[in-house]
């Protein structure tokens, strides 16, 4: 009800500046010029009212829209105090009138500019700040040029202002209209709504009414200024209708729009350095030159905060996947799956009176192959042997992990040692089939090295000891000139151990 009687209090403030405005004498009454004020400082009232019953970003947005309305408001107030003043004083009120009136710009560019990220960095606020502060040293130049331009000059440099202001609110009025098809939430889109209807009638009624000015105001002129403060209080003070709570760009749309929408403000300070380079060439060059510096400046912020997130999110998804069991790099099993599954293969072993197998891998003088080719290549080294492996384990049961570094283990449940071995055979000369080639290798290629250790009831058998009986087996294929494959049967320790020859590339593959 509050909301419904302050919209009918600016509707009546306006009549009553239509019936003064046609009943005064122009040249001396103030009455109007207050009215006037009445309207638009109930327009800002209506913004402040959603300011206040707002929350996070969208309260910027209001309060931003409400210094708008009040910049404007300051024209109107300058105007009464220089029509009290006279002289020097009223010369000086009027020329504060047509700068404030102007100073509407600043705030308008940041609604359209601004993102209203809570996440933007610091230092991005700072430079819309500075740049903010260039836009208003461009309109103190240009209008004070124009104001202390010699009698012969006024009008055209007056003309001139007049196209500079119905282009500059002829973008603000599509650039707005951008950012509400862009909007994402019901809440930004009745803002910008009411934002955009504001500025097109702005630029309608602005645009009749400087040129009526310079051949002289009808005494309707000024209420015809009262019409887009009447129609955003009327938009501001009603709810969102369902259009603007159901109807939503596509996300590809908002994204656009977003990356955007920061370009407005540099674009828009540069259009005015060079707009204002023909009065003050100096002036408008270090406006130009500052406008493409912090520009670029913002970029390289967002992008320092964007890589920064990306590394974060990176470590997360790592510490995930290694919470998870998962390597991050080979998508295998890490070894935190292998010390939480091993144990449990053995305690199953055992219950059913089953064989097991383990293997520890390791790929032959990888280190070299680092140091020769690089760790890149060597990552590249890694993911081939892992998927060659994988392709030569057949049964779905069997688990491949990454130990560390260049060593893997395998576990084989219900696998003899006998059978362990052949497996272990298949995983070497398919590493070798790979034909990677390692200079520093004294077989030419990248090959693989196997410890296996086996029991066939696995009475008592440990993780621990299991693990450590097949890199007893890995140890002895390595002294033994390395590509071949070792066993150690758990069941009987004290037994020699079995070893299969080097694999050759050309040689044909064991049958699993």
């Not at 305690?347 to 089953?354: C, D, F, V």
């Not at 033994?480 to 040689?507: F, H, I, K, T, V």
Request: aromatic share 8%; hydrophobic share 55%; charged share 15%.
């Amino acid at each position: 009800m509050r909301r419904a009687g302050l919209w009918w209090l600016v509707l009546t403030l306006w009549v009553i500046h239509v019936t003064l405005a046609a009943r005064a004498d122009a040249s001396t009454a103030i009455g109007p010029e207050l009215a006037a004020m009445a309207v638009q400082a109930l327009a800002a009232a209506a913004a402040l009212t959603r300011w206040r019953r707002s929350a996070g970003e969208a309260r910027w947005m209001w309060l931003l829209l409400a210094v708008v309305v009040l910049l404007q408001m300051t024209w109107g107030a300058f105007n009464v105090l220089a029509g009290l003043a006279t002289g020097e004083t009223a010369s000086v009120l009027g020329s504060l009138a047509v700068f404030s009136s102007a100073l509407y710009l600043v705030p308008a560019m940041f609604l359209i500019a601004r993102t209203f990220d809570a996440a933007l960095p610091r230092a991005v606020r700072v430079l819309d700040a500075l740049l903010s502060v260039c836009v208003i040293g461009i309109l103190y130049l240009l209008i004070h040029h124009v104001l202390v331009a010699p009698p012969d000059e006024v009008k055209a440099n007056i003309a001139l202002l007049v196209h500079h202001a119905d282009a500059v609110n002829l973008t603000l009025a599509l650039l707005a209209t951008v950012r509400l098809i862009g909007a994402e939430t019901a809440l930004r889109r009745h803002m910008y709504v009411c934002f955009t209807a504001f500025l097109w009638l702005n630029l309608i009624a602005a645009a009749v009414y400087n040129r009526l000015e310079l051949s002289g105001l009808p005494w309707w002129a000024g209420t015809m200024l009262d019409v887009p403060f009447v129609v955003l209080a009327g938009l501001a003070l009603v709810a969102p209708c369902r259009w603007l709570r159901h109807w939503r760009s596509s996300y590809r749309t908002i994204e656009i729009v977003d990356g955007f929408a920061p370009i407005v403000l540099s674009v828009g300070v540069l259009t005015l350095g060079f707009s204002i380079s023909r009065l003050h060439f100096a002036a408008g060059l270090l406006v130009a030159i500052a406008a493409m510096l912090f520009y670029g400046m913002r970029v390289a912020f967002i992008q320092s905060r964007d890589h920064f997130l990306r590394d974060k999110v990176a470590i997360s998804n790592r510490r995930l996947q290694e919470q998870l069991g998962i390597d991050p790099m080979t998508g295998i099993a890490n070894r935190i799956t292998l010390d939480a599954r091993l144990p449990s293969l053995l305690e199953a072993a055992r219950t059913s009176h089953s064989p097991c197998a383990v293997m520890m891998i390791d790929i032959d003088h990888f280190k070299q192959y680092n140091d020769h080719f690089g760790h890149l290549a060597g990552d590249t080294c890694l993911l081939q042997v892992v998927s060659a492996m994988r392709g030569a384990l057949l049964r779905a049961g069997d688990l491949l992990a990454r130990y560390g570094g260049e060593e893997f283990a395998v576990v084989l449940p219900d696998t003899t040692g006998r059978a362990a071995m052949k497996v272990a055979q298949r995983l070497v000369h398919a590493v070798a089939a790979l034909d990677l080639a390692h200079p520093e290798s004294p077989y030419g290629r990248v090959t693989v090295s196997i410890g296996v250790a086996a029991c066939t009831n696995c009475n008592g058998a440990q993780s621990i000891e299991m693990l450590d009986a097949a890199d007893r087996a890995l140890y002895r294929v390595k002294r033994n000139g390395r590509n071949a494959c070792s066993l150690l049967d758990m069941d009987d320790p004290e037994s020699a151990y079995a070893q299969a020859p080097a694999a050759d590339r050309d040689s044909e593959p064991l049958p699993g």
